[in-house]
């Protein structure tokens, strides 16, 4: 179970940082962001969920 929840947290960490690259932010902004989601990958996770750089939107003004 244990090697479960690892991958999931492993899946989720990869999502992010991806989403992190691809957000509109700055490039200090998506090291800071990615540095925080590896090395602390639960609880980085949830406050880029709740804080991070989003993705950048389809329709830019």
Avoid: C, H, N
Avoid at 7 to 19: C, G, K, S, T
Avoid at 36 to 47: A, D, H, K, R, W
Avoid at 49 to 56: E, H, I, K, L, Q
């Amino acid at each position: 179970m244990e090697g479960l929840i690892g991958l999931v947290i492993l899946a989720l960490d990869i999502y992010a940082i991806v989403q992190i690259v691809g957000s509109g932010a700055s490039t200090g902004a998506k090291i800071g962001w990615s540095l925080l989601v590896l090395l602390l990958p639960v609880v980085g996770l949830i406050i880029w969920a709740f804080a991070g750089p989003r993705g950048r939107s389809a329709v830019s003004i």
